[in-house]
């Protein structure tokens, strides 16, 4: 069952913050991180495992709410480098991607 | 780490013919993944293997598409009669047979493949 991400699209001004969020309709025990820049593979971001998890990288965290099959990842103080799609992903013994999030970060 | 590596990179094939991508893992990641990706969506699984077992196969793959991994090393995926809705990017993965805090899937460059 592919997750689903909100919202489609963000524009941001660099500095500014934004949260995408992604939902299963099944149960989750861990949930993949990726962003994909136009015209590249998708990037490893983080893998969290555990309901109540939270990762942080940079300026780019996440959390994972197991209980209600969810996941938000946050970009704090964004940078132009942070543009790209976001793409979370479901392991099922293989890995479910949403349709993504389109992330622009203007100067 | 060399990374993933896949070739061709472009592949324009005629309506009908047949065509082979190959997908060099990293040598020490067991699990090989390949996905197909159109312009706009998520990535979309196709296959998988653990070392040279193939374990899974999508149900949306056609009796047209057919992989293999001979000896748990590079991996094909030939397309047969390609239609042109096969027209996407292919992208191959690879990981650690264990889904563990640090590691997660590295994809390669992707093949992209143009039937007209």
């Known amino acids: 069952q592919q997750p689903v991400q909100s919202p489609q699209a963000v524009i941001l001004r660099e500095g500014e913050d934004a949260v995408i969020n992604c939902s299963s309709s099944k149960a989750l025990y861990s949930v993949h991180w990726y962003r994909q820049k136009h015209g590249e593979a998708p990037v490893f971001l983080m893998i969290l495992l555990k309901g109540g998890e939270q990762k942080g990288h940079d300026k780019i965290s996440a959390s994972f709410n197991e209980k209600k099959q969810q996941s938000s990842l946050y970009l704090t103080a964004s940078q132009l480098s942070y543009s790209g799609t976001y793409f979370c992903?479901?392991?099922?013994?293989?890995?479910?991607f949403g349709k993504g999030t389109k992330l622009s970060v203007k100067p | 780490d060399t990374g993933v590596s896949q070739n061709p990179r472009h592949k324009i094939t005629k309506r009908g013919q047949n065509v082979t991508f190959r997908c060099d893992p990293i040598?020490?990641?067991?699990?090989l993944y390949w996905y197909r990706q159109t312009l706009g969506q998520g990535p979309e699984f196709l296959t998988y293997f653990q070392n040279e077992a193939q374990l899974e196969k999508s149900r949306l793959l056609s009796d047209r598409f057919s992989a293999e991994r001979p000896k748990g090393s590079f991996s094909t995926l030939e397309i047969q009669r390609t239609e042109q809705g096969d027209s996407a990017m292919y992208l191959c993965?690879?990981?650690?047979?264990?889904?563990?805090?640090?590691?997660?899937?590295?994809f390669g460059s992707g093949t992209r493949l143009t039937v007209v």
């Open positions: 040598s020490e990641h067991n699990r």
């Open positions: 993965a690879s990981s650690r047979g264990r889904v563990s805090p640090n590691y997660g899937y590295t």
């Open positions: 992903g479901t392991p099922t013994g293989n890995l479910i």
